[in-house]
């Protein structure tokens, strides 16, 4: 008997354009890839005794891998919702909002409000489905925010709000 495992809470359905645009690149790229592999795997598979043959285990392993992600594509990229207008209200913070935030050492830090499939901490994109994002939400230039978090709370202050309308590359700022 497996160990029950509750369903995750579903991701928030929103996008930029940017993000839509990848998505649907790396899905046609996977399936250029998936020919290749399939090649591949064909040819692996011709060299005999399949139980010891490495190349073909891996061809495999890699083939279903690609297919989950093909498969996990084809079932999001319909539900998302693009996001491809700027708010009304640039001084306040919304999806695809650039919050610069001050914690309270002085440390600044800038970070992205975006969707959970374009979630990137290397650039400080955060999910919309986060607890950050969540109370940054609808908050203006200079609030202060309280988060709850695992470690006790963080506060921060809002110190800058910009937009970049990606579809146009213009950026917008309030400040």
Request: glycine content about 4%.
């Amino acid at each position: 008997m497996g160990r029950y495992r509750p369903p995750a809470p579903a991701k928030s359905p929103y996008i930029t354009a940017c993000g839509y645009q990848r998505l649907e690149q790396e899905c046609k790229t996977s399936w250029i890839k998936r020919r290749e592999v399939t090649a591949a795997l064909a040819a692996a598979a011709a060299e005999g005794d399949r139980s010891e043959n490495a190349e073909y285990i891996y061809r495999k392993k890699e083939l279903r891998e690609i297919d989950r992600r093909i498969r996990y594509l084809q079932l999001r990229l319909p539900k998302l919702k693009i996001i491809d207008r700027l708010p009304d209200n640039l001084n306040q913070v919304f999806f695809a909002a650039w919050v610069t935030l001050e914690d309270e050492n002085g440390t600044e830090k800038q970070i992205r409000i975006v969707g959970a499939d374009e979630v990137d901490f290397a650039a400080n994109n955060i999910s919309i489905d986060s607890p950050l994002a969540q109370s940054l939400l609808k908050r203006n230039l200079d609030d202060e925010v309280t988060v709850s978090t695992p470690s006790g709370q963080l506060m921060y202050w809002i110190t800058e709000i910009h937009y970049t309308n990606e579809d146009y590359n213009a950026p917008t700022e309030s400040s």
